[in-house]
């Protein structure tokens, strides 16, 4: 991400918020990642799969994002 994005007052405070969510959905998979092997003890295979549908819903909506906003 370019820098130069910081200077430009009303892209700012978006521009800090959609990297807040990116890390934090980054996180999400993470965590719920350890949490299904070590807490549940599943293994990776099956804790993927689990978190499929998310991913699949995710990469489904990120077209209709620009049309809906």
Known sequence: MPLDVFRIENLTGGTLALTALIAG??????????????????????????MAPISLATMAAGPCAPVLM
């Open 25 to 50: 959905f980054g996180g999400y998979f993470v965590l719920t990642s350890l949490y299904l092997q070590n807490g549940l003890h599943v293994s990776a295979t099956v804790a993927g799969l689990g």
